[in-house]
Nanobody, 120 residues
Framework: QAQLVESGGGLVQPGGSLRLSCTASGFAFSSAAMTWYRQAPGKERELVAG????????NYADSVNGRFTISRDNAKNTVYLQMNSLKPEDTAVYYC?????????????WGQGTQVTVSS
């Protein structure tokens, strides 16, 4: 079955950097649009960054634009989120999401999440 596994989360000081990874298996990763979401305590899940299946287009939430970069390596079935200039407001569980549209049908898969904590 389809599986997404996130890694790279942890504790970092304000202004620091982290790189999250999400490795996929069990589906056609090269055909999937990939998105990072996050959810902080007491808040709803929000979109952080997205990338097309070919990696030719990206989009970002206004709150992270200019600080975060999403990328993918289809040969490794992996999508990345490079997070720079981290702020305490970035503290959240970060989730990897995949959307696959083989025909007029969409399949959506989620990872289990990885905790990112930004604190001094």
């Amino acid at each position: 079955q389809a599986q997404l596994v996130e890694s790279g989360g942890g504790l970092v000081q304000p202004g620091g950097s982290l790189r999250l990874s999400c490795t996929a298996s069990g589906f056609a990763f090269s055909s999937a649009a990939m998105t990072w979401y996050r959810q902080a305590p007491g808040k709803e899940r929000e979109l952080v960054a997205g990338i097309t299946n070919a990696g030719d287009r990206t989009n970002y939430a206004d709150s992270v634009n200019g600080r975060f970069t999403i990328s993918r390596d289809n040969a490794k079935n992996t999508v990345y989120l490079q997070m720079n200039s981290l702020k305490p407001e970035d503290t959240a569980v970060y989730y990897c999401n995949a959307r696959v549209r083989p025909w007029a049908v969409e399949y959506v898969y989620w990872g289990q999440g990885t905790q990112v904590t930004v604190s001094s």
